[in-house]
């Protein structure tokens, strides 16, 4: 056992953010921690590496060689690129603090040993002078390991891209990797291009080091991860597998609670029934009194917690003609370069195209072209009827200065104030989140707001930069079961591989100065099979009367419970209009085949 936190809480002013968190890292655990945003999972982590306190609780430490890869890349005008890699994570600060204990011992006038305190404190300011990494070859390495060129040694922070940042941020974190027992890393997919993704899910399984990760990256996750900690309404549970597993064993936990919960209201009921009946009709005995405290002996079972949910709905407006685009020989230039040529782009009514590729590639510049933001060569034909709804990654349609509330009503007007505060919370923005200048709310409730406003209009072409970015997995499945709903088209810029997987019908690699369109789902174009089934939003229903669904070749008894997602709708269609099965209105997630449900 390397790290072990008990009972730990913790508490902003009123805000309690974790209340019962628990934890054992084990040397060779890979750890995947979960939680939708606001949770508390970069709180706990802060706790684990010593930079938070925790309120009450035991945090055991065996090991304080401890790696960690920060949410958020730094963005200095004073460090450069060798600086940030040549610093591991808290090794300099760890010697600084010694030293501090020790002046303090010091000057305490306490009877100490002198030779010892004195040649220790030497030692520590000989290895402080030599903290940072010299190895300029180990450097280099790791540099050129996430994609980086040697040219940004000696460039500042704040002169790098966002991705860019991130990069440099994660070969500082390799590094520190060879001489630490545990290593954290919070959110290392943000900002990484899909291959650089996958670079790192080979290198964290090759490398064999313990690690925790936060992620809202499901494919991630299931490729790296054995096992699954949630963090919900500030308590943690622990789960074996990857992400895929954990969705399969909670859907059944919550299931068994449930039905438990009912079971024992139901006996709790009967039993107060059966007390009130006797003491009723034989008020002058005590009986009934021996009945209720049988009722106070009941084991109470509690229902799980209900999490709220996002409501997406995107409104399409009337159906464009069957062709909406149409781009043969495309080139496009910036300054005189040359970024993209020689792209063909059939886009129809109803398509959603995914398209991904390295950072700097041109997907940007490609969709800005194709919309006719930005000039470009060749020839291309826009729909006269596309009405086109556009979501930016900056998130650059939002006046950071105005409320989310004020945002909306500068769109709909201020005497629909009520219907603009509905919206924002249906996409979970209420009460003081609502009120507060959009420049003080996160990444995620940033997004939120950014697709309310989108939701405004009708549209039949949206054009999508990101739009999971920062977003946690519950908001991921609700803006990807909208896309799936949504009877327009859609062309979305993503390194999600999930959504790539589960939302597009037809995907785009840009690469190399050119865009190559593949018929089909990423991991199709990749190659692969799709044997990381996937986990999508299902309706359940139930089995009205016995039935056989000849495409799945099962058989339905009376009294079944189906669940069925979208992609599977088109084989249970004759079911519904036949009254064999019917909605109950309850929500589950449900592992399927892409693979298998696309070639339908």
């Not at 809480?9 to 995947?32: W, Y």
């Not at 002198?114 to 070859?137: I, P």
């Not at 895929?244 to 919960?261: Q, Y």
């Amino acid at each position: 056992m390397l790290l072990k936190a008990e009972s730990v809480t913790k508490s902003f002013g009123s805000l309690k953010v974790l209340t019962k968190a628990d934890l054992q890292i084990n040397r060779g655990d890979s750890i995947g921690l979960i939680g939708v945003n606001g949770a508390g999972k970069s709180t706990f982590m802060k706790i684990f590496l010593g930079e938070m306190k925790c309120d009450t609780g035991e945090l055991t430490r065996n090991t304080q060689r401890i790696g960690y890869l920060p949410q958020f890349a730094e963005s200095s005008s004073v460090y450069t690129v060798r600086d940030v890699l040549g610093r591991p994570y808290g090794h300099a600060e760890k010697i600084r603090k010694r030293m501090s204990e020790i002046e303090e011992l010091m000057s305490s006038g306490k009877d100490i040993d002198w030779n010892s305190v004195t040649e220790e404190y030497a030692s520590l300011e000989s290895e402080l002078s030599r903290s940072g990494v010299e190895n300029r070859a180990l450097l280099l390495s790791s540099l050129e390991k996430v994609g980086l060129s040697e040219d940004l040694m000696e460039r500042t922070m704040d002169r790098l891209s966002g991705g860019e940042r991130t990069k440099v941020m994660l070969a500082r974190a390799l590094v520190q990797a060879e001489g630490c027992d545990v290593l954290f890393l919070d959110e290392p997919t943000s900002h990484l291009d899909i291959s650089t993704v996958e670079w790192l899910e080979d290198h964290l399984l090759d490398m064999k080091k313990t690690f925790v990760v936060i992620s809202h990256d499901r494919y991630f996750l299931d490729k790296v991860v054995t096992r699954m900690t949630e963090i919900s309404f500030g308590k943690t549970r622990g789960y074996k597998g990857n992400y895929s597993a954990f969705i399969m064993k909670k859907m059944i936990e919550l299931e068994r609670m449930e039905a438990e919960s009912r079971k024992y209201l139901a006996n709790k009921r009967k039993q107060e029934e059966i007390a009130e009946s006797m003491h009723r009709d034989q008020w002058f005995f005590a009986t009934h009194k021996t009945r209720l405290k049988m009722i106070e002996r009941l084991e109470e079972k509690q229902a799980p917690e209900k999490s709220k949910e996002i409501k997406v709905k995107i409104q399409a407006a009337h159906k464009s003609g069957k062709n909406v685009i149409i781009a043969k020989n495309i080139k496009i230039k910036t300054g005189g370069n040359v970024i993209l040529s020689g792209v063909e782009m059939d886009i129809s009514k109803g398509d959603k195209l995914g398209v991904f590729g390295p950072n700097g590639a041109g997907k940007s510049t490609l969709i800005k072209a194709l919309t006719g933001k930005i000039p470009s060569e060749g020839e291309l034909w826009i729909a006269p009827g596309a009405k086109i709804g556009y979501f930016s990654q900056d998130h650059d349609i939002l006046n950071l200065d105005l409320t989310a509330e004020e945002q909306l009503i500068r769109v709909i007007g201020k005497e629909r104030r009520q219907d603009a505060r509905n919206m924002l919370g249906r996409m979970l923005i209420t009460g003081n989140q609502a009120e507060r200048p959009m420049r003080t709310l996160s990444g995620g409730e940033r997004a939120k707001v950014a697709l309310t406003l989108l939701l405004l209009n009708e549209t039949n072409l949206l054009i999508l930069d990101e739009p999971t970015n920062y977003l946690d997995i519950p908001s991921r499945h609700a803006v990807e079961e909208a896309l799936n709903d949504y009877e327009g088209t859609v062309i979305v810029v993503t390194h999600d591989r999930y959504l790539l997987d589960s939302v597009c019908t037809k995907v785009c690699e840009v690469k190399d100065k050119t865009a190559r369109i593949f018929n089909g789902t990423y991991s199709q174009m990749r190659g692969r099979p799709n044997t990381t089934e996937i986990v999508m939003d299902a309706d359940e229903y139930r089995v009205l009367s016995p039935f056989t669904n000849w495409t799945l070749n099962r058989k339905f008894v009376k009294g079944d419970r189906v669940l069925v997602t979208q992609a599977e709708m088109k084989s249970y269609e004759w079911a519904i209009e036949q009254g064999k099965i019917k909605k109950t209105g309850g929500r589950q997630r449900k592992k399927v085949d892409v693979e298998e449900e696309l070639s339908r």
